[in-house]
Each structure stands twice: as structure tokens, then as C-alpha cells.
DNA sequence: ATAGGGTTAG
């Protein structure tokens, strides 16, 4: 035993001033020696000492005390690239084990371009690379969104014969996932014969990286009953995101309830991205008393709360809050403005929301970008100011994207503005920004105005371009999983008992004075055919759904992909009082929530 | 003998 306390030094251990030449000590225990004298250093000025003393010991030319130079060097915190390229460089025959160092560290340094550099220079010289050479690289690929290069060292990968390390799968399938290719990420992982917990999370971060939420809360399912570990903080991260997109509020509770056993202290990230699911999935009040509670808050977590209370309606209140951030010292930044003036936006307050437009720019410095633009039509387009909001965007220092067009496109048609609809359009068109939803918009105002003609050039366009109308759907949550109901649904298993209840809330609804409003329906059919097609809308099929499946006075919660039209809110105000119910109607753009017969809009949208 | 993967919120 007392022959190996040499290698751990002890408080009285402290290394000689010159090497120990004794010949008792082997080569072993020198090369041990420069590696604790290597790993005490703690900053530059250290390391460039143990260097010296290496280099005066004679041990800069032994290939093990060489390469540690340069790991230490070029992979601690206080290192520097630069000193340990100029090591490197000096070392006589670099190895495998030196390149991949230099690649590692040149990714620590995210200088992803130089790590693929030394990767190609390691071939070029025939060093063979190993196992270990490949995860970085990939990591280098992803970052830089090199989707071909990618392929290509994958390759290599593959006829080295690496393809079943571990590592350096899940290397891959995160590097798939950053550049979209998500299929690529999926082959991967199915093929892996051993998943570790990182596999997991890379899988699930690919499927969020993209939008497909769903298929996000699918593979998380699968983890849970495929693998026996505790869910990581980070996974569930992205789960509760998964969730507030899809409006999964059981699910979003039950990963609250998970982080609640598993996590001891749900840090800042954590809890805004549970605000955000609860005031996503439309329990505004659940997302407020996390907020309230939290100890600390940053400018995310601010503007998750702010815009919440924006999308819900709630105006004053978001602008309250965004004073208590000033007043807590918190800097704004431009993304919580952008929820500032939604908030002004969706609650109508015009005269706010100029003077916080005004306010951004003076008090604090921010440059507005076109989202804060966008706002500003928004606001003026919904009160109705649509000649004012015209002139807004062509008074605009930067060019208007097709947001900032689609918002005076879609105040237009609200307000049943053809001239300028067609101008918004004219730009959108121009913009060429692929979005069926643009045409439908013009091509329903022209058929409101009987202008068939019009109606017909513009469904020729789009067939043309080969855009086609995104279909309407209702997604609502019955025993923690999701129905998804498209309008004139046929396909759900239990269609059948939905049109039943259709047709008995039609019943009811016509006692309370309801009349269906077929002036939306915009198809050249008789008034029968119209009322047909307003019944079958896939917002109430989803509401009928919800009233069998769910217990008396329970709330129902809808989310759907557009907007609603009015029908289906007068129709859901007078279920609201019929069957007791309050019932959350989450559209592209805010909230509705229907109690007692009244919409929490007001019906300003 | 030294080493590698996933990392989350607006």
C-alpha cells in the first residue's frame, strides 16, 4: 500500500524544485509527476511555470506530458486557445489523442469551422481518427448547420466502424436535429440497440427544434414506459413546451407534478416555462400564482406573464405587471415590449400603446424591430383604423414583412375593407411568402362582395403555386389525450355520438333565440347546404365531444389551429349559459374564454 | 494511462 502513496500526494506532498533523477522512480511516475503538477494549475500564469518546469525536466519531448500540455491548456477555464495551439504545434508526431483534444477544445470554443479544420487536416496527415474523434464533430456540424458536411463524416464514421458507439449516436441524432433533417435524427435513434438518457433528451429536442410537438410528447410517453430513470430537468423543459404549444394542460400538470418529486428547486427556467404551459393551455390563474411565487424573475419570465395576460385579454393588468418590472430594475428588452403592445393591442388601448412605442425607443434605446411595427398595425387595424395603418407601414423606416401585411390583410377583412385589402395583398403576393391562409382571406372578400369572378382567378392562383387551404381544427383533451376534430369530421371513432349531440345542442340553442349566421359562409350554396356546413365546424364538434366525455361544470378547453368565425362564437357564448359550462377557446392570435353567455373579448378581435 | 454524447424558457 505505502508503495502507491506517492502518486497521491498528501498535504505534505509538495514536488521537488529539480526532477528526482534517482533511478528508483520509473518513467511512469515522472510522466504522473508533470500530470499533478499540470492539474494543480489554476490560471495562465501557473500553467506557463508547470510548462517551463516540464520543458526543463526534459519531458516536453515524452509524448503522454506533451498532449497533457496541450489538454490542459486548451481545455480548462482559464485557458488559452492560442498557447495551446503553439504547444501543439511543437509537438514533434501529434496523434489521434492530440487531434481530437484540439477539435474538442476548438468546439468548447465554439470555433466550430477551425475543430473541422484540424479534423480534415488529421486526414490529410493519415492519422486515423477513433471513436472519440467523431461526437465533436458532429456537435461542430449541428451548431453550424452543416447538414451535407454532416453526411459526409457520418460516412466516415460508418466505415471506421463507429456507427454503434453510443456517443456517437447521440452526437448524430442531435446534429440531424439542429439541421432539420429530423428523419435522419429518427433512423438513427430506431437503430439504436442501447439508448442511454441523452438519447432521450437529443430525440425529443430534435422533435421540438422543428414544431412537432406531438410527436415530442409520443417518444416522452415511450421513455417513461420504456425506461426506468427519473425524467431530467432539461426533458421536461421541453415537454412543458411540447404542452403549452398543443394546449396538453392534464399532461403539462402531470410533468408539474414530476418536476415537483424529482427536482428539489425548480429554478428560473423551469418555472417560466410552467407559466407559459398554464397560461398557454388557458389556466391564466394557475400561470399568475407561479409567477407570484417565484423568488426570482428575469425578462423571459416577464414576458411570458405579460403576453399571457395580453392573448387572455387581460390589457391593464399585463401593463401593470410591465411596470412592477421597471420597477424591480429589470431592463426591458425588445421581446417584452412586443408583449407590451399586444397587450395594448388586444385590450384596445390605443393610446397606450402609442405612448409605449414612443417609450421604447426614448427611454430605452430599443430600436424597434418589425414585430413591434407589426403591433402597432395590429392595434390600429382591430380599432378599426385601417386608412391610419396604411399609412403607418409606408411611414416605416424598415421594410414590412408579412406579418406586418398579413395584419392589415386580416383587420381588412374584419372591418370589410376591400380596397386595401387588396393592397395588403398586392405586397403579400409580392412577398411570395407561400401562405394559403393570405389567398383565402382576399379570396372570402371578394366572395362576401359577391365578386365571384375574383373569387375564381385567386383559387386558380393557388392551385397554381400549388398552395392549399390549411384545414380548420379543434384540438380539446379528454383523459389526458388529445382529439383532434377537422371540421365536417367523419374520421374520429366517435363521430357518430358527436353529431347526436349536435344535434340535440341545436335543440336547445334554438330555445335560447340562436339562428345560425351563414353571412360568413362563403361558398355560392343554398341556405340549407350553409347552415349544414356552419354545424359540422370543428369547434363544435370538439365542444360536443368534451360535453359527453367530461363531468357536469367541468371547463372545456379547445385549441385550434385559425381563428374562429362568428358563428361559432355566438353559437359558444349561449352553450356557455345551456349547458353551465366555461369553456377556453385558444385561437391562432388569443384567447376566448366563454362564461355565463359573454366572451372575456368583448368581442373586440 | 489521458478523453467523448443530450442541456431546457419569451
Known amino acids: 500500500m505505502t508503495g502507491t502513496s506517492v502518486l497521491k500526494p498528501t498535504k505534505f506532498f509538495s514536488p521537488p524544485a529539480d ?7 520509473s518513467l511512469r511516475l515522472k510522466e504522473q509527476e508533470c500530470l499533478s503538477l499540470l492539474k494543480k494549475c489554476k490560471n495562465l500564469e501557473e500553467f506557463k511555470q508547470a510548462h517551463a518546469q516540464i520543458v526543463k525536466w526534459g519531458f516536453f519531448w515524452n509524448s503522454f506530458c506533451a498532449s497533457n500540455l496541450v489538454v490542459a491548456c486548451a481545455l480548462s477555464d482559464w485557458g488559452s486557445m492560442d498557447y495551446a495551439c503553439s504547444i501543439f504545434q511543437q509537438i514533434d508526431e501529434p496523434g489521434t489523442f492530440d487531434f481530437n483534444t484540439m477539435i474538442r477544445a476548438h468546439v468548447k470554443d465554439m470555433n ?9 487536416e488529421m486526414l490529410e496527415r493519415g492519422i486515423e481518427p477513433d471513436n472519440f474523434t467523431y461526437p465533436s464533430l458532429f456537435k461542430a456540424c449541428a451548431w453550424l448547420q452543416a447538414q451535407e458536411e454532416g453526411m459526409q463524416i457520418h460516412g466516415h464514421a460508418f466505415k471506421l466502424g463507429f456507427e454503434n458507439d453510443l456517443y456517437v449516436q447521440n452526437s448524430l441524432i442531435n446534429m440531424y436535429g439542429k439541421c432539420g433533417e429530423i428523419k435522419h435524427s429518427c433512423a438513427v435513434f430506431e437503430q439504436m440497440d442501447e439508448k442511454s438518457v441523452a438519447s432521450w433528451s437529443a430525440i425529443i429536442a430534435a422533435h421540438a427544434s422543428v414544431g412537432m410537438w406531438y410527436e415530442c410528447l409520443m417518444i416522452f410517453g415511450n421513455m417513461s414506459s420504456e425506461g426506468c430513470w427519473r425524467p431530467e430537468e432539461s426533458t421536461l423543459v421541453t415537454v412543458l413546451s411540447a404542452c403549452a404549444y398543443l394546449g396538453a394542460l392534464d399532461l403539462g400538470k402531470c410533468t408539474q407534478g414530476s418536476l415537483l418529486r424529482n427536482i428539489s428547486e425548480l429554478n428560473v427556467i423551469v418555472q417560466t416555462s410552467l407559466i407559459d404551459m398554464y397560461v398557454k393551455c388557458g389556466c391564466l390563474e394557475k400561470g399568475l400564482s407561479v409567477f407570484r411565487k417565484m423568488a426570482k424573475r428575469n425578462q423571459m419570465s416577464y414576458t411570458v406573464i405579460i403576453s399571457g395576460l395580453a392573448t387572455h385579454g387581460h390589457g391593464e393588468e399585463a401593463l401593470r405587471i410591465f411596470l412592477e418590472m421597471l420597477e424591480e430594475g429589470l431592463d426591458p428588452d425588445d421581446v417584452v415590449y412586443v408583449g407590451v403592445l399586444s397587450a395594448c393591442s388586444h385590450a384596445g388601448l390605443i393610446h397606450e400603446g402609442f405612448q409605449f412605442f414612443d417609450r421604447l425607443k426614448s427611454e430605452h434605446g430599443i430600436k424597434p424591430t418589425v414585430q413591434h411595427y407589426g403591433c402597432m398595425v395590429d392595434l390600429m387595424g382591430k380599432a378599426g383604423m385601417i386608412d391610419e395603418a396604411l399609412e403607418f407601414i409606408k411611414s416605416m423606416p424598415i421594410k414590412p414583412n408579412d406579418v406586418v401585411w398579413r395584419s392589415l390583410l386580416s383587420a ?32 372570402n372578400m371578394y366572395a362576401r362582395a359577391q365578386r365571384w369572378q375574383e373569387v375564381a382567378k385567386i ?9 392549399h387551404q390549411v384545414p380548420g381544427y379543434s384540438l380539446v383533451e379528454v383523459g389526458r389525450r388529445i382529439h383532434k376534430f377537422v371540421s365536417q369530421d367523419t374520421s374520429h371513432h366517435q363521430c357518430e355520438s358527436v353529431y347526436e349531440m349536435i344535434h340535440q345542442m341545436e335543440w336547445q340553442l334554438k330555445f335560447e333565440g340562436y339562428s345560425p349566421d351563414t353571412s360568413h359562409v362563403l361558398l355560392d350554396v343554398d341556405e340549407e347546404e350553409k347552415r349544414q ?26 385549441t385550434r389551429n385559425l381563428r374562429m368565425c362568428n358563428d361559432c362564437h355566438t353559437y359558444t357564448k349561449l352553450i356557455s349559459i345551456i349547458y353551465e359550462r366555461e369553456i377556453t377557446v385558444r385561437d391562432r392570435n388569443q384567447f376566448h374564454h366563454f362564461k355565463d353567455g359573454t366572451c372575456s373579448c368583448r368581442d373586440y378581435w
Request: aromatic share 10%; proline share 6%; glycine share 4%.
Open 19 to 25: 526532477p528526482p533523477q534517482s533511478p528508483e522512480l
Open 459 to 467: 383559387r386558380v392562383e393557388m392551385a397554381r403555386k400549388g398552395l
Open 112 to 120: 466550430f469551422e477551425e475543430a473541422l479544420f484540424f479534423y480534415y
Open 412 to 443: 381588412c377583412r374584419v372591418h370589410c375593407n376591400l380596397e386595401i385589402a387588396e393592397i395588403a395583398a398586392k405586397h403579400l403576393f409580392q412577398l411570395n411568402s407561400q401562405n394559403p391562409g393570405d389567398y383565402v382571406i382576399l379570396s
Open 533 to 558: 356546413r356552419l354545424k359540422g365546424h370543428c369547434q363544435k364538434l370538439a365542444i360536443a365531444f368534451a360535453l359527453i366525455h367530461t363531468s357536469q361544470g367541468s371547463p372545456v378547453r379547445i
